[in-house]
C-alpha cells in the first residue's frame, strides 16, 4: 500500500518510520483521502533524530476536505502530546508533536489546489483513484530563482537609515527594543550574502553543514546581549560586513548609490560615539 521509496530516508530512523506508516495508514482507511505524499527532507534526505515528518493528504473535493477536518479532535492517533491548528500558516494544516520528540506536519489539499514548487521535493506515498504525475514532474523539477538586485539601492538606503534608529535605541538606554529591531538589518545583510552566492534568497536552514562558517564567525558579534557595549559592537560590525558587501556588487554593477560618504561616516561615528 505504502510505496517504499516514501519511507526511504526514514530506514534508520525506525520511530519516525513506524509513526510515519501509522499516520499513512490511518488516512488510507479515511473514505475522504485519495492520495499521500511526504516533503521535506522526508522527500530530499539529510534526515536525523530531529526531523520532522511532513505528510499530505489529497482529498476527493473541497467538501471532503471540510468534511475530514470537522472530525480532527477525533482522530484516533495516540501518543501525541500536543497539537495545534496551524492555520495562520495556511488552510487545512495541523501541528502535532508525537512521543518521544516527533515533529509531524499534517496538510490536506484537492486535486485542483496541490502544493506549489517551492515546497517540494515530494514524494508520492499512496495513490488510491487518482494520478499525481503530472504535478510531479512539475513540482520536482530543478527549482532556482536568480538573485534579483532591482531593490538594492533602497535597501542600501534602509540599512543605513535603521543603523541610524538604532543609533537612538542605544543612546536612550532602550537596549531590550534594540536586540529586537537589529534583525531587521541582518535582514539586508542575509539578502545580500544569498544573492553575492548566486542564490534568491537567504536560506538558514542547516547553516552550519553548508559550509558557511565563515559567514556565521564573521555575523557572531551582530547577535547581542542587551548592553550598551554590545550593541555598539554588533552595529560597528553590521556596518563593516555591509561595507565589504557593497565592493563585491561594486565589481558585479556599475551601482549608483544614493547614500552619500558623509552620511555614511557621520552615522559610523554617531555609533562609534555612543
Known amino acids: 500500500m505504502i510505496q517504499s521509496e516514501a519511507l526511504k530516508y526514514m530506514k534508520n530512523l525506525p520511530q519516525h518510520n513506524e509513526l510515519c506508516k501509522k499516520i ?11 492520495s499521500a505524499f511526504v516533503s521535506g527532507t522526508c522527500a530530499s534526505g539529510n534526515m536525523d533524530e530531529y526531523s520532522d515528518l511532513d505528510l499530505g493528504f489529497v482529498c476527493t473535493s473541497e467538501e471532503s476536505k471540510d468534511k ?6 477525533n482522530w484516533p492517533l495516540s501518543d501525541w502530546f500536543h497539537r495545534m491548528d496551524a492555520d495562520h500558516v495556511k488552510p487545512y494544516f ?7 520528540h516527533i515533529h509531524v506536519d499534517v496538510s490536506f489539499y484537492t486535486v485542483e489546489n496541490l502544493p506549489p514548487q517551492a515546497g517540494g521535493p515530494y514524494e508520492v506515498a499512496y495513490n488510491k483513484s487518482v494520478s499525481l504525475d503530472s ?28 543603523v541610524h534608529a538604532s543609533w537612538g535605541h542605544v543612546a536612550r538606554g532602550e537596549y531590550y527594543e534594540e536586540v529586537h529591531f537589529i534583525a531587521d538589518i541582518r535582514k539586508i545583510i542575509h539578502k545580500w550574502h544569498a544573492r553575492l552566492n548566486g542564490e534568491d534568497n537567504f536560506n538558514m536552514r542547516r547553516l552550519e553543514q553548508r559550509g558557511e562558517t565563515q559567514f556565521i564567525e564573521a555575523m557572531s558579534p551582530s547577535f547581542p546581549k542587551p548592553n550598551r557595549k554590545e550593541m555598539k559592537k554588533a552595529l ?35 555609533i562609534m560615539d555612543v
Open 135 to 162: 504535478w510531479l514532474k512539475k513540482v520536482n523539477s530543478p527549482y532556482k530563482l536568480s538573485p534579483d538586485w532591482s531593490n538594492v539601492i533602497h535597501e542600501e538606503e534602509r540599512f543605513w537609515t535603521w
Open 68 to 73: 475530514i477536518w470537522a472530525r480532527r479532535f
Open 236 to 270: 560597528l560590525n553590521l556596518i563593516q560586513i555591509h561595507k565589504l558587501q557593497r565592493k563585491e556588487i561594486d565589481k558585479l554593477f556599475d551601482t549608483q548609490w544614493k547614500t552619500s560618504q558623509k552620511a555614511k561616516e557621520k552615522i559610523t561615528n554617531l
Open 94 to 100: 495541523i501541528i502535532y508533536l508525537f512521543e518521544p
Open 24 to 34: 499513512l495508514n490511518f488516512f488510507y482507511e479515511q473514505p475522504e483521502v485519495v
